[in-house]
T-cell receptor
């Protein structure tokens, strides 16, 4: 079974703090994704990566950056957290030769106060 | 604006009843996935459909892809409380990105 793990299930940070969210997958997938999920808005893509050190902006990249130094690990960075970044953050991975299926981690519920 | 529109947004039914969730778009997808998400967890993949008109069954769940590959439906027969969750459809355009619908929250009362 594909396993995607995220470093924290719940996180509380203060406005202005730098926040790191870590994601690790164990299936040697080339593609990795970061989404945020808010009620009524579905999943919105923040950034994705199709190879080590490669990244592309998704639909809502503002206020975020990412890092992929190793194939299995994809990090999301909030440079200066703001209250409007309070959300559920989901990491996913997929194989390059798949039909689009993505495999998700359990999510990190981030609250910025 | 959501590329994929799901309806209804909320559905509450009694155990044993049937339900259908719809996923519609004006875009043609190369494949479409359905996911179920439980509170506080990540979405779990249920099925992928790729051929227009395709029907797939997963126990009491039946998934259908429209002939034109623009829409899909999920039908649950004799729903059980364990079917409670957020159902998400997601479409792919032959690349590795997915466009998600906003989801349908299903509650099955015992």
């Amino acid at each position: 079974d594909v396993k995607v793990t995220q470093s924290s299930r719940y996180l509380v940070k203060r406005t202005g703090e730098k926040v790191f969210l870590e994601c690790v997958q164990d299936m040697d997938h080339e593609n990795m994704f970061w989404y945020r999920q808010d009620p009524g808005l579905g999943l919105r893509l923040i950034y994705f990566s199709y190879d080590v050190k490669m990244k592309e902006k998704g639909d809502i990249p503002e206020g975020y950056s990412v890092s992929r130094e190793k194939k299995e690990r994809f990090s999301l960075i909030l440079e200066s957290a703001s209250t409007n970044q309070t959300s559920m953050y989901l990491c996913a991975s997929s194989p390059i030769a798949g039909r689009g299926e993505q495999y998700f981690g359990p999510g990190t519920r981030l609250t910025v106060t | 604006t959501q590329l994929l529109e799901q309806s209804p947004q909320f559905l509450s039914i009694q155990e044993g009843e049937n339900l259908t969730v719809y996923c519609n778009s004006s875009s043609v997808f190369s494949s479409l996935q359905w996911y179920r998400q439980e509170p506080g967890e990540g979405p779990v993949l249920l099925v992928t459909v790729v051929t227009g008109g395709e029907v797939k069954k997963l126990k009491r769940l039946t998934f259908q892809f429209g002939d034109a590959r623009k829409d899909s439906s999920l039908h649950i027969t004799a729903a059980q409380p364990g079917d409670t969750g957020l159902y998400l459809c997601a479409g792919s355009f032959n690349d590795y990105k997915l466009s998600f619908g906003a989801g349908t929250t299903v509650t099955v009362r015992a």
